[in-house]
């Protein structure tokens, strides 16, 4: 919190991140705020990953529809994670975001922080003239019935990590390996698809933290690095 109250959130664009690097960082930081509240009220990694498919603790294993052999053999990594939901696509053109927050600090409860989640990914498709909305019982943003983003959390001790996946210029094809989410009957886009028009991930990635700001009434503190992966600190990606 900063002196008037608010919570104070640190955020950056991290670029291009394996995703066990994503994962390790997210873990460090959770940790953290566990141990240490009085160092805020949380962090906004942007970031986006190689091709990888991963998989929640509630998913099905008929939801992937190639073998894990075959899929990784086509360049895609499998991974098995403690967040909500079922199987999920992540790769370039995607921007992820993994808020680590206090979810006390914010005076929320799980369900109410998805849905904030899902009004700042709405807000955010508005920019690029797209309507998006929710879809009952099926957390994320959608455009009619196709899903532009998912959402699949995990909350220990009133702390978040996970978060979301937009698609920005996403490979839409990568999807075919999979029932994305598990949901049969429901459709996959992007903003490219909707739009017409490739949008640069980084400008994406600063105008969600700008919403995420407004919607969760967070002070946002851009840094160029936060916590440490690979022996050193973590390279951000300047937000102007």
């Known amino acids: 919190m900063d002196s008037n109250g608010t919570p104070t959130v640190k955020w950056t664009f991290m670029g291009r991140v394996e995703y066990s690097e994503g994962l390790s960082l997210q873990r460090k930081l959770i940790s953290k705020l ?3 509240p009085e160092s805020g009220s949380g962090y906004l990694l942007l970031v986006e990953h190689p091709p990888v498919i991963t998989i929640g603790r509630f998913s099905d294993s008929g939801n992937l529809l190639l073998g894990e052999d ?7 990594e499998v991974a ?3 967040r909500g939901g079922d199987v999920t696509y992540h790769g370039p053109g995607q921007l992820v975001g ?8 914010f005076r929320l409860g799980a369900k109410d922080y998805v849905h904030k989640l899902e009004d700042v990914l709405i807000r955010l498709l508005e920019r690029y003239g797209i309507k998006g909305q929710r879809q009952q019982g099926y957390p994320g943003a959608w455009v009619g019935s196709d899903k532009v983003a998912a959402i699949g959390v995990y909350v220990k001790r009133w702390v978040t990590m ?3 996946a937009l698609n920005v210029n996403t490979d839409m094809t990568h999807f075919d390996m999979i029932v994305p989410c598990g949901l049969k009957h429901y459709g996959v ?6 739009t017409r028009s490739e949008v640069p991930l980084r400008d994406t990635a600063v105008a969600f ?3 995420f700001g407004e919607l ?5 503190q851009w840094r160029s690095s936060i916590g440490n992966i690979r022996g050193g600190e973590t390279a951000g990606c300047s937000p102007v």
């Not at 075959?70 to 895609?76: A, P």
């Not at 993994?98 to 600090?105: E, H, K, Q, T, V």
């Open 216 to 220: 969760f009434g967070a002070s946002m």
């Open 209 to 211: 933290a700008g919403h």
């Open 189 to 194: 886009t992007s903003i490219e698809k909707l």
């Open 70 to 76: 075959e899929i990784r053999r086509r360049g895609v």
């Open 98 to 105: 993994y808020p680590i927050i206090s979810l006390r600090d």
């Open 34 to 36: 566990i141990e240490h």
């Open 162 to 164: 996970h978060g979301f």
């Open 80 to 82: 098995r994670i403690e």
